[in-house]
């Protein structure tokens, strides 16, 4: 699987926009880009995956430039809830015998009031 | 359905004792990961399942450690003669076969060796 990089952590204000950035650029042409997050002592939550065209959900929108390199997760209006950890991973979405997610340190958002 | 369970959410161990986790997956999910973490970190694989066939190990999973599906519906992890590194996070996910939907994952166990 292709690897990502994600800054260590960031902050945003509470009803602003939390924009969080994974470069992934030696990703292949099968792969998808998912995002899980972390809350504390929770186990991770999926929440929005894509191939190449942006994607939005009740959750979060996913913004994959033109030449799949980069990503951006976009939270439209962040709360404190969406204080967590968040994980940006590169995969195809099927495994054969490779199924496993393989998750890096992610990047620590905090959202202060 | 209302997820992945995972039994017990906290245990406490002597070292050396063994313990044993399980995982409910979601019912119609083939397969089945766990996982560890450690504080800091993201969740490492362990292995998975898919039905009751374990088709991939990790070299994490050292001989002290035992997983089973039996019948490819709930799992167990078994630890035996648990040391202190063992404490962690272990979290149990599932999925369909095809990953499109990603993983659901449980809330985890957490393990405390003493």
């Known amino acids: 699987d292709a690897k990502t990089t994600q800054p260590t952590s960031m902050d945003c204000a509470e009803g602003r926009a939390a924009n969080l950035p994974c470069n992934h650029s030696?990703?292949?042409?099968?792969?998808?880009v998912y995002w899980y997050r972390q809350i504390h002592s929770q186990g991770p939550q999926y929440i929005i995956h894509?191939?190449?065209n942006n994607e939005t959900n009740e959750m979060a929108s996913l913004i994959i430039t033109e030449d799949r390199k980069s990503s951006t997760l976009i939270l439209p209006h962040a709360t404190l809830r969406d204080t967590a950890v968040y994980y940006c991973?590169?995969?195809?979405?099927?495994?054969?015998?490779?199924?496993?997610?393989?998750f890096g340190k992610g990047i620590t958002l905090s959202v202060r009031p | 359905d209302t997820g992945v369970s995972q039994n017990p959410r906290h245990k406490i161990t002597k070292r050396g004792q063994n313990v044993t986790f399980r995982c409910d997956p979601i019912?119609?999910?083939?397969?089945l990961y766990w996982y560890r973490q450690t504080l800091g970190q993201g969740p490492e694989f362990l292995t998975y399942?898919?039905?009751?066939?374990?088709?991939?190990k990790s070299r994490l999973l050292s001989d002290r450690f035992s997983a089973e599906r039996p019948k490819g519906s709930f799992s167990t992890l078994e630890i035996q003669r648990t040391e202190q590194g063992d404490s962690a996070m272990y979290l149990c996910?599932?999925?369909?076969?095809?990953?499109?939907?990603?993983?659901?994952f449980g809330s985890g166990t957490r393990l405390t060796v003493v």
């Open positions: 996910a599932s999925s369909l076969e095809r990953l499109r939907y990603g993983y659901t």
């Open positions: 030696t990703i292949s042409g099968n792969e998808y």
């Open positions: 894509g191939l190449k």
């Open positions: 991973i590169v995969r195809a979405p099927w495994a054969g015998a490779n199924s496993k997610l393989t």
């Open positions: 019912s119609e999910h083939n397969r």
């Open positions: 399942f898919q039905n009751e066939a374990q088709l991939e």
